[in-house]
C-alpha cells in the first residue's frame, strides 16, 4: 500500500493573493469554479503550494480536478488522491503535472473507473 505525501508548504487565500498578484475575491472566484483546490487545515483554508509553483501546473490543474470531481472526488480525495505517490509518474501527481500532466490526466480519469 503506497501511503499519501503532505504537501511541503500551505498557502492562505492571502497568500495565493499575493503570489498569483490577484485580488482575494478573485482568489475566491477561482476557488469557486474549481480552478484551484483549497482544503481547511485547523480551521483556515489552504492551498498547497505545489499546485501554483508553475504556470503549467496551474494550466493543468484545473482539468484534473475536473476529472476528480465527475468522478466522484471531494476536495479532501482530491488531495488525497494528488499527494498519493505513483510509480508509474515516478512522484506523485502533483509532482508530474507540470512536465507530465497528459499522463496526470489519464490517471485522473482511471480513478474513477
Known amino acids: 500500500m503506497t501511503t499519501e505525501i503532505s504537501p ?4 492562505t487565500l492571502p497568500d495565493v493573493s499575493e503570489r498569483l ?3 482575494i ?9 474549481g480552478q484551484i483546490l483549497a482544503v481547511r ?3 483556515v483554508l489552504r492551498v498547497p503550494s505545489e499546485l501554483l509553483a508553475s504556470p503549467l ?3 493543468h490543474l484545473p482539468g484534473v480536478l475536473n476529472l ?3 468522478a466522484g472526488y471531494n ?3 482530491a488531495l488525497r488522491w494528488l499527494y498519493t505517490p505513483d510509480e508509474y509518474l515516478e ?3 502533483a509532482q508530474a503535472l507540470s512536465h507530465r500532466s497528459t499522463e496526470v490526466k489519464r490517471r485522473a480519469q482511471a480513478a474513477g473507473f
Open 8 to 11: 511541503a508548504e500551505w498557502l
Open 21 to 23: 498578484n490577484l485580488p
Open 25 to 33: 475575491l478573485q482568489v475566491r472566484q477561482l476557488l469557486k469554479e
Open 41 to 43: 487545515r485547523d480551521g
Open 57 to 59: 501546473a496551474i494550466k
Open 68 to 70: 476528480l470531481r465527475d
Open 75 to 77: 476536495d479532501e480525495e
Open 91 to 93: 512522484g506523485t501527481p
